[in-house]
């Protein structure tokens, strides 16, 4: 009877403790879940407690990481114009062989319409947008591709007549 008491005793006095530290565990993750990445854990724990809680700083710390390379290189190709901007985030490389990638198509397809903008303007309209491009890029190819097109085919009209 006395080990059980002692087992209740302990489990009333261990039981307040242990919840605020799982509640703030659950508030940090709660934060992740809605984007906020700014909540941390600051809870002085033990053992396998210790270990979950490092893994959420390190979680945190790696989505922050994320965020921040996404959000520079988005900057740097969407508004500043700097084309063939990368991210280099180590330990995440799936994720960053994708921001990348998606850099790099969008250089190429920038590329590609820049040099037959460039022909339309020296009056070659010899040069088509040849790039493999989808949703809004592919209307933009249409388009100056129809437009370069057109000039040619106003060009030669000119000239026979």
Request: with cysteine.
């Amino acid at each position: 009877m006395a080990t059980t008491h002692l087992k209740v005793v302990v489990l009333d006095r261990w039981s307040p403790m242990f919840g605020s530290k799982a509640r703030s565990l659950q508030e940090v993750t709660k934060a992740i879940t809605n984007g906020d990445l700014s909540k941390t854990v600051d809870i002085n724990v033990q053992g396998e407690m210790l270990e979950l809680t490092t893994t959420v700083k390190q979680m945190v710390s790696c989505l922050s990481t994320l965020a921040g390379e996404a959000t520079r290189v988005s900057l740097k190709v969407g508004t500043e114009g700097k084309i063939g901007s990368q991210s280099n985030i180590p330990n995440v490389q799936v994720l960053t062989d994708s921001v990348n990638l998606t850099a790099m198509n969008l250089t190429n397809q920038v590329h590609s319409i820049a040099d037959v903008t460039k022909a339309i303007a020296s009056d070659n309209f010899t040069k088509q947008i040849t790039i493999d491009v989808r949703g809004e890029m592919l209307d933009l190819k249409e388009i100056v591709n129809d437009v370069t097109a057109s000039l040619s085919i106003r060009r030669r009209s000119y000239k026979s007549g």
